[in-house]
């Protein structure tokens, strides 16, 4: 049969470090109360919907996009405060921009190095592009490991490392200043992923140029733009300009680049939206921390990271009762019995606490 010679044609043409992947699994949402992917919870006003919606009447969707975006590269540098001799390079999402940079210094032998847990793509994509990756474990209370990572940093000599600050799926920031010797010490290219900078309270924005080797990675998508899927990489000339070659053509459509630019208008919306969140992730935080056996991690995140015996079927109890959340049980030893939940609306969060005290009174 066909199908039977494809596949065998596939698995001998096709690299063996991709069949031995497991595609990225977004689960199925509709019917639940979606706390699973760390999304703003929140709509916009309708009066800035209206407006969306006439430019997006306007649009020239028959053409291709400004390839360069230069009015929202302006935009982000204005919203962003970039310091002054900085640029910026459009990703569709983070995942392309961590894409790119992995193709860009992965020459033989060349390695990327992360810590763990952290975000999962930081591996994926090193597999994808055939870079080796090396993990340094995070301390036991998720806090980086600096003499650890040191040692690493000198044996394996990596071309690139990554950073995600607050750091996905534990929630935490990490010592800016152990990230700065890091800094000093390596001779790679350093990451930092701010995909949460809008909950946070610290950012390596202002370290920008001061450091050569530093690059500053955001995605609006948790600000609320998680459907355009528009991140940007900011840094020096020099390291972007490079970059800019690897980057395909119209990667951010027509659409995308208009609508973040009416949403950066209003920026103020946003970090209003970001603020509503922060203090529902307090109240959910010491909700969550009033239930006996649960124990809570700090986040500067949209979520919360919490451990609870069974955490398995308290996630498919939480299922059962509407409520979809994230099982990372068995996804990394030191995430054993681990759940995670994206903030939402007070509504939300109160269904979500109900369904999570039904599930551990029935466990």
């Not at 001998?12 to 992947?21: A, K, T």
């Not at 509709?30 to 407006?51: H, Q, R, V």
Request: proline residues 6%.
């Amino acid at each position: 049969m066909v199908s039977n010679a494809a596949t065998l044609l596939a698995q001998s043409l096709i690299r063996r470090e991709v069949l031995d992947l497991h595609a990225y699994h977004v689960p199925p949402s509709a019917g639940f109360i979606k706390l699973d992917a760390m999304e703003n919870p929140y709509s916009l006003p309708e009066s800035l919907s209206a407006e969306i919606a006439a430019s997006v009447a306007q649009a020239a969707m028959n053409r291709y996009p400004d390839p360069s975006a230069a009015t929202l590269k302006a935009k982000i540098r204005e919203v962003t405060g970039l310091p002054s001799g900085i640029d910026v390079l459009l990703g569709n999402g983070s995942d392309e921009l961590i894409q790119l940079l992995a193709l860009a210094l992965n020459k033989p032998g060349a390695t990327l190095l992360g810590v763990e847990p952290s975000f999962v793509m930081y591996k994926m994509i090193a597999a994808f592009t055939g870079m080796r990756y090396v993990g340094v474990p995070l301390r036991a209370n998720f806090s980086v490991d600096l003499m650890g990572t040191l040692r690493a940093i000198e044996r394996e000599r990596p071309a690139l490392v990554f950073f995600a600050f607050p750091n996905n799926p534990t929630g935490n920031l990490f010592d800016s200043s152990a990230l700065e010797e890091i800094l000093e010490t390596t001779e790679g290219l350093v990451v930092v992923d701010e995909a949460y900078y809008a909950f946070a309270r610290e950012s390596f924005l202002p370290l920008l140029g001061k450091y050569p080797n530093l690059l500053v990675m955001r995605t609006f998508s948790k600000l609320g733009m998680a459907g355009l899927r528009l991140g940007f990489l900011a840094g020096p000339a020099a390291w972007l300009n490079e970059l800019e070659k690897l980057r395909l053509p119209y990667n951010v459509g027509v659409l995308p680049q208009l609508v973040a630019e009416k949403l950066l208008e209003h920026h103020d919306v946003l970090l209003a939206q970001a603020a509503q969140i922060r203090a529902d992730r307090a109240g959910l935080q010491a909700a969550l921390g009033e239930i006996a056996g649960v124990t809570v991690y700090p986040s500067e995140a949209n979520f919360l990271l919490f451990r609870v015996a069974g955490a398995t079927a308290v996630f498919e109890g939480l299922k059962q009762r509407g409520v979809l959340i994230k099982n990372l049980n068995g996804g990394h030893p030191m995430l054993q019995d681990c759940l995670r939940v994206t903030v939402g609306t007070p509504q939300e969060n109160e269904r979500f606490m109900n369904a999570l005290k039904e599930s551990l009174a029935c466990d």
